[in-house]
């Protein structure tokens, strides 16, 4: 009995991998923009990363403050050394879980609505909070877009008094990224 | 009077000038920028695996110069190219290349060795680098 237990364990605790595919990418492509009365603002990072594991629709997001790209060099300066300083804290994460995975199924292919609640980590301040975006399934990859605000004042980024009309509190972003499944079980 | 009068508007000419030439000051010419330092792929991602933020405070927006052999090249549909330099693990030293410059070329063979020099914007799985060009 101990015996053929101990063998049921020992499958279930092999198997366990197969059943927990992760889907991985490190091309997400982070927007965001800022839409104030005298200037728009608008900066992009392609070098996102996100994984998603599909048995439990568990997700975590990251990129580097560094790396994004804004048109006009004194800008990027600004953002960097003013707003985020991003020497201090490099990088902006989330990590969430999609709260309704049973209208998601990752093994059909087709576009799901997906509701995913999580922390949201910005110049080193966590905050809840709720996003909502489309994971397409297809060619055995997941693609997934979402657009959401953050405003400037839940993560302690001070603008100051004479650039209110210039950066907006509200920072529109945009996600895009194609998952694919992860080669290795790490 | 007359005099103070185009003292001041020399002034307020200058600082616009000033103003409009910071304002649409260029970005860094990545092809003509010295590195700050030169180091090995392998070694880079060594030194972020062990501990980040001391890697971070040494390399973080620094320009640098990194060596190792190709792994692999990305093009993504947008043209964004991406060349993953190899350092014996599962990940390396992730180079996007710059959009603002012209490439000799945006084709790599794996295994080849290559220097890509470019700003190091910190430890995302690998160790990426944004704005590189490839030095010869």
């Known amino acids: ?186 | 009077m007359k005099r103070i009068i185009y003292l001041l508007l020399a002034v307020a000419f200058a600082g616009g000038a000033i103003g409009y030439y910071l304002w649409n000051k260029p970005h860094v010419d990545m092809q003509s920028a010295k590195a700050d330092l030169a180091i090995d792929a392998a070694a880079l991602f060594n030194e972020y695996s062990a501990d980040e933020t001391a890697a971070n405070a040494k390399y973080l927006d620094k320009m640098i110069a990194v060596s190792g052999k190709v792994k692999e090249t990305t093009k993504a549909e947008d043209g964004t190219v991406k060349v993953s330099l190899n350092t014996g693990s599962d990940f390396g030293v992730l180079c996007e290349l710059d959009p603002l410059s012209k490439h000799p070329r945006t084709e790599f063979t794996e295994g080849e060795t290559v220097t890509f020099k470019g700003n190091c914007t910190g430890l995302n799985f690998d160790v990426q680098l944004t704005r590189c060009v490839e030095v010869k």
């Open chain 1, 1 to 186: 009995m101990q015996k053929r237990f101990l063998l049921f364990a020992a499958l279930i605790a092999f198997s366990a991998p197969a059943f927990s595919q992760k889907f991985f990418t490190r091309d997400a492509k982070v927007k965001f923009f800022s839409d104030a009365s005298m200037e728009k603002i608008e900066a992009v990072s392609k070098s996102g990363t996100a994984v998603l594991d599909a048995a439990s629709g568990a997700m975590e997001w990251k990129v580097l403050i560094k790396g994004f790209l804004f048109e006009k060099a004194l800008m990027q300066e600004h953002f960097n050394e003013n707003y985020m300083e991003s020497s201090k804290y490099p990088d902006a994460t989330f990590k969430g879980s999609i709260t309704n995975f049973s209208d998601v199924n990752l093994n059909k292919d087709g576009a799901y609505q997906a509701k995913v609640k999580g922390k949201m980590k910005i110049h080193g301040v966590e905050k809840d909070m709720e996003v909502s975006g489309t994971i397409t399934v297809g060619d055995g990859a997941l693609k997934i877009s979402s657009e959401f605000t953050v405003k400037c004042t839940d993560f302690n980024i001070k603008i100051e008094a004479a650039k209110v009309a210039n950066i907006s509190n509200d920072i529109k972003i945009t996600v895009d990224a194609t998952l694919n499944p992860m080669k290795k079980g790490n």
